[in-house]
């Protein structure tokens, strides 16, 4: 079992930037593979990011590929996503979640309660 809490959402100007965490419980943190998705009002929830258990692997949304970064460090059982240049099309809610592999993700029963994220023109 896997609980996740993510953090550090908030409202911010375009063209800035944010940084969220997902702190992770649970001994195993360090064996998942671990996303972040978002979902804005009246759309379907996206992917936006992956990295694989040991952080040697990453994969993007082809759009937002240069603007966010994700990471983790597992003596800290949290995950990252850094986003830089917001725009207002970035709005949504953002959510972490913990799966067996990047492939396999999507279809993961862990996820977190999300994180607003609010980008203002």
């Known amino acids: 079992q896997v609980k996740l809490v993510e953090s550090g959402g908030g409202l911010v100007q375009a063209g800035g930037s944010l940084r969220l965490s997902c702190a992770a419980s649970?001994?195993?943190?360090?064996?998942?593979?671990m996303g972040w998705f978002r979902q804005a009002p009246g759309k379907e929830r996206e992917f936006v990011a992956a990295?694989?258990?040991?952080?040697?692997?990453?994969d993007y949304a082809d759009s937002l590929k240069g603007r966010f970064t994700i990471s983790r460090d597992n003596a800290k059982n949290t995950v990252y996503l850094q986003m830089n240049s917001l725009n207002p099309e970035d709005t949504a809610v953002y959510y972490c979640?913990?799966?067996?592999?990047?492939?396999?993700?999507?279809?993961?029963?862990?996820w977190g309660q999300g994180t607003q994220v609010t980008v203002s023109s």
């Open positions: 990295i694989s258990w040991s952080g040697g692997r990453t």
């Open positions: 979640n913990a799966g067996a592999t990047i492939g396999t993700l999507a279809f993961s029963g862990y």
């Open positions: 649970g001994r195993t943190f360090s064996t998942y593979a």
